[in-house]
Structure formats: structure tokens, C-alpha cells
């Protein structure tokens, strides 16, 4: 059974950073892919970044392109987000999910975290 828990959040002012970690548990945590994902009040859930576990080829989103970098670290089974620049846009609850292969969707997923940012 895989599990995956999110942390990082909380209460940041317009311009600043937060770094939000995703550390993964399993016998045999394998991903394809890991990704983070954000959802605001009101809004549906959308992606963010997406990393190949194996490759680190990286997807974002263009709302985000320039600002956040997603990373991971294979030995430890984790995954971050580096946000900065952030805006009050940003707010949202982020999660990370795991996938393993291109043909499947995401089937693992963290509980949230909370990002809010202030004006």
C-alpha cells in the first residue's frame, strides 16, 4: 500500500516562498510519474507539475512556468514543489498523486496541504 503525505504549507505574503514536500511510503514504491495538483474554493481540481520519477522530465503549467520547480529524490522517495513568486492566485489546497504508467491516471493521492497567499 502506497501512502503519500504532504507538507509545507501555510500563510505566505504576495512575492514570497514556500518549498511543499511529498514523501512517499510502500515496499515497492515505483512511480511513473508524480505530480502536484492544486484546488482552490470553488474551483476544480488542476494540474500543476508533473515529474517522471525515473527520467525527471517536468511539466508545468503556464500559470506557473518561471516560478515553481518541481524536484524529486529518488532514495528518498520524495517529492517537492519550490514555489516562489507566489501569489494570491496561488491559494489553493495542493496535492501531490503518483501514477504507475502512462496508461493509468492517478491513483495514489496525499491528503492536501494548504497554501495560502496574503495581498
Known amino acids: 500500500q502506497v501512502q503519500l503525505v504532504e507538507s509545507g504549507g501555510g500563510l505566505v505574503q504576495a512575492g514570497g516562498s514556500l518549498r511543499l514536500a511529498c514523501a512517499a511510503s510502500?515496499?515497492?514504491?515505483?512511480?511513473?510519474?508524480m505530480g502536484w495538483f492544486r484546488q482552490a474554493p470553488g474551483k476544480a481540481r488542476v494540474l500543476v507539475a508533473t515529474?517522471?520519477?525515473?527520467?525527471?522530465?517536468?511539466y508545468y503549467r503556464d500559470s506557473v512556468k518561471g516560478r515553481f520547480t518541481i524536484s524529486r529524490d529518488n532514495v528518498k522517495n520524495t517529492v517537492y514543489l519550490q514555489m516562489n513568486s507566489l501569489k494570491p492566485e496561488d491559494t489553493a489546497v495542493y496535492y501531490c498523486a503518483a501514477r504507475r504508467s502512462v496508461r493509468e491516471d492517478y491513483v495514489y493521492w496525499g491528503q492536501g496541504t494548504q497554501v495560502t497567499v496574503s495581498s
Open positions: 510502500g515496499r515497492t514504491f515505483r512511480p511513473y510519474e
Open positions: 515529474i517522471a520519477w525515473s527520467s525527471g522530465t517536468t
